[in-house]
């Protein structure tokens, strides 16, 4: 036990170090849910962009999708699923590359299968995918977004609309 504690911060020093991110932090499928819950109350939407070191698609819509956030004024959090062995390598590597300024969760799943559902059943699995939330609403989007769609997914937050997109 005493291992894991000193490995985190280690990890969340290493991260941060080489990241121009504004914060990395490791969160459990759990503490994820709860804030998910708490942002769907939020009148300003909360954007959350699932992303992974494999995935070229994931990699190449985050540069667009923060500066739509930063454009609209959205709260952006990126969530990294990778393994936790990529924690270390890969992942603060490619934050470096991107210079992204939002926020980046590293998604603890604690070798849970279809951890995915725990956070809306109709995801699919696959990447990419991003998850808007806020007033009291919920919409999934499974596929690599554009300008048009995140414009059109948003502005549904000031319409009457069902939540399945």
Avoid at 146 to 152: A, Y
């Amino acid at each position: 036990m005493r291992r894991i504690i000193i490995v985190v911060p280690v990890l969340l020093t290493l991260i941060s170090c080489n990241s121009k991110s504004k914060d990395v932090q490791v969160i459990t499928i759990e503490e994820f849910t709860s804030t998910i819950n708490k942002t769907r109350q939020k009148e300003k939407p909360t954007v959350y962009n699932f992303w992974a070191t494999w995935c070229a698609p994931c990699i190449a819509e985050m540069p667009l999708i923060e500066q739509f956030a930063l454009k609209h004024e959205l709260n952006l959090k990126f969530v990294n699923v990778d393994r936790k062995n990529l924690w270390e390598t890969r992942v603060p590597r490619m934050l470096k590359k991107l210079n992204l300024q939002s926020e980046v969760y590293l998604l603890d799943k604690a070798k849970r299968n279809n951890w995915y559902q725990a956070i809306d059943e109709n995801w699919k699995a696959g990447l990419p995918v991003t998850l808007f939330t806020g007033r009291d609403k919920k919409v999934l989007y499974q596929g690599v977004l554009e300008e048009e769609d995140l414009l059109e997914i948003t502005n549904k937050f000031n319409e009457e609309f069902i939540e399945d997109y």
